[in-house]
């Protein structure tokens, strides 16, 4: 069974559509987070969502909307694509804070292309 | 505000040669923990360690040893008798307490040849 599972894998859209990744942990997780990887390589956080309350939103464009129906889910909704948004984006878990801080582990990353 | 600099972008080993990856890292929490996470090619990210800021003491795991030292805030990652599969993105990572996010170095991009 996979810990955290993102889909789709790849995502191949054009400019000003609306796209959707879904992510689903099946560890128990209290948190879970997005993070996006540019053609740099540079690993940033986007979001946080604590038991599918947001806990942290690093100035990212409200375009992208995080949704958490349960604390297993995490969905990014992102609307109006733009060429800059292309990135791999990498689905998170791990449980919550103090003692319980163990490392996070991560989907396998959706590749989000825009043309 | 936390940082993490990996200054070496890239490395190139051949094999059976020791490396050692570089991180520093700032904050000004007391209390956090430290990672490495590897990328190879596949894309996927895998953990390799996680450290607390109370425990300096070193660790090795078969080839990779790594070597904390709070007085430097360094967190260094070195790879003995470097194989072809180690060629990878590797990832010096911080975490403070509250909601465990992670803040990322650039990242040291290995290529081992044979």
């Known amino acids: 069974d996979t810990a955290v599972s993102q889909t789709p894998k790849y995502l191949v859209t054009q400019m000003g559509n609306d796209k959707s990744i879904k992510c689903e942990q099946n560890l128990g997780h209290d948190t879970m987070y997005w993070y996006k990887q540019d053609s740099k390589k540079f690993l940033k956080i986007m979001f946080s969502?604590?038991?599918?309350?947001?806990?942290i939103n690093e100035t990212v464009p409200n375009r992208f909307s995080p949704k958490s129906p349960d604390k297993a889910h995490l969905n990014l909704h992102i609307n109006s694509l733009e060429l800059g948004d292309s990135a791999v984006y990498f689905c998170?878990?791990?449980?919550?804070?103090?003692?319980?801080?163990?490392?996070?582990?991560f989907g396998q990353g959706t590749r989000l292309t825009v043309v | 505000a936390q940082k993490v600099t990996q200054a070496q972008t890239e490395i190139s080993v051949v094999e059976k040669e020791d490396v050692t990856l570089d991180c520093v890292y700032e904050?000004?929490?007391?209390?956090?923990?430290l990672f490495w996470y590897k990328q190879p090619p596949s894309g996927e990210l895998v953990f390799l360690i996680r450290?607390?800021?109370?425990?300096?003491q070193n660790e090795i795991s078969g080839r990779y040893s790594w070597n904390f030292q709070k007085s430097t805030s360094s967190f260094n990652f070195t790879i003995t008798a470097s194989q072809v599969v180690d060629s990878a993105v590797y990832f010096c990572?911080?975490?403070?307490?509250?909601?465990?996010?992670?803040?990322f170095g650039g990242g040291t991009r290995l290529m081992v040849k044979p």
């Open positions: 990572a911080l975490s403070e307490n509250a909601g465990n996010m992670l803040t």
């Open positions: 998170a878990s791990s449980p919550y804070g103090g003692d319980k801080n163990t490392e996070a582990f």
């Open positions: 904050t000004r929490d007391t209390t956090y923990y």
């Open positions: 450290r607390n800021s109370f425990d300096e």
């Open positions: 969502y604590n038991n599918k309350e947001l806990i």
